[in-house]
Every structure is written in C-alpha cells, then in structure tokens.
C-alpha cells in the first residue's frame, strides 16, 4: 500500500506570475490580426508592399509574382483590407493597395507590450 501522496507547495516551486500588460481588447485585436497574417501569400502580399516603399500597386501585379489566379489574390488583399492593414484605391476598373499608414506600426507596439509581459515572468 503506498503512503500518503507528496505535493509540493506551488509557492516552493514557482515564480508567480506578473500581471499581464496586455488587456482583453488588445488580445482580442492581435488575435485577429495574427489570423490574417497566418497565411504565407498575406506576408509575401505585405512584404512586396514593405518593398513599395509607400507607393500603391495594382491588383493585377501580384498574380505573376504571388503565381496565384487574380480572383485568389484578390481575397488575400481583400482579408488584409479588411483587418486594416492594407488601403485601397480604385483607379478606373484597377484597384491598387498600399500599406496603411500606421497599421505595421500598431501591430509591433501590440507585439511590444506582449513581448514585455513575457519578458517580466522570464527570470
């Protein structure tokens, strides 16, 4: 027969945990976000954007450098335009996007805060 089972005092073998920095809201935005970018032709979409260095391109030049039918790029930017990350502007039957002003940099500051209230329970 075994003896009584030994559990240890949570306090002996665990740092407690810091608060989080991060609130509801913005878990829930990162959430969101981090959904749209879980998919490698969004990145490449907003790499190419990145390389544009603000300026707009049209729909119609990342089907050859995606290798993607347009309607599937056209989703894609579509998903990235709907998260806020991307701005769309119609020039005749052309849609051209560029990058939102502000959207890459909310999207690191969200990343920042998760990052430092990772880095306060790491020791």
Known sequence: MCGPVKTLDVLECCTPLAGSSLSDAEARELERLFRVLADRHRLKILNLLMRAEGEPVCVCEFTPTL????????????????????????????AYYSLKPGALERLSALVDTTSLAGAAHVR
Not at 74 to 82: D, E, N
């Open 67 to 94: 290798g993607l039918a347009q309607p599937t790029v056209s989703y894609h930017l579509k998903q990235l335009t709907g998260a806020g990350l991307l701005e769309r502007e119609r020039r005749g039957t052309f």
